[in-house]
């Protein structure tokens, strides 16, 4: 079971990115997929949660500009970032369980840095 996030970069606000969470040795649709971040002196936060019956769930920080949607033939579970204000800087990881509820007890793939800049 492997996740592979990509998609990060440097954008300034007011802009948008897409991640991507890449699974490979299982298939997204089969379980609960979440999308964390954390800052450099923050606690990590659940950002967004995809539940295997496509219930999406999101933070309050970032309802109404983030975006969660999964493609089954890419076996791939996307974030759109619209609006990226400066506190949307962090590393954002994926990550992968039977639930969103128990998301955080999963299996983590590497993070993608994303940067706003002001």
């Known amino acids: 079971v492997q996740l592979q996030a990509s998609g990060g970069g440097l954008v300034q606000a007011g802009g948008s990115l897409r991640l991507s969470c890449t699974a490979s040795?299982?298939?997204?649709?089969?379980?609960?997929i979440g999308w964390f971040r954390q800052a450099p002196g923050k606690e990590r936060e659940q950002v967004s949660c995809?539940?295997?019956?496509?219930?999406?769930t999101y933070a309050n920080s970032v309802k109404g500009r983030f975006t969660i949607s999964s493609d089954n033939g890419k076996n791939t579970v996307f974030l759109q970032m619209n609006s990226l204000k400066p506190e949307d800087t962090a590393i954002y990881v994926c990550?992968?369980?039977?639930?969103?509820?128990?998301?955080?007890?999963?299996?983590w793939g590497q993070g993608t840095q994303v940067t706003v800049s002001s």
């Open positions: 995809i539940s295997i019956d496509g219930i999406t």
């Open positions: 040795g299982f298939r997204v649709d089969d379980y609960a």
């Open positions: 990550a992968v369980h039977i639930s969103c509820t128990s998301i955080g007890r999963g299996t």
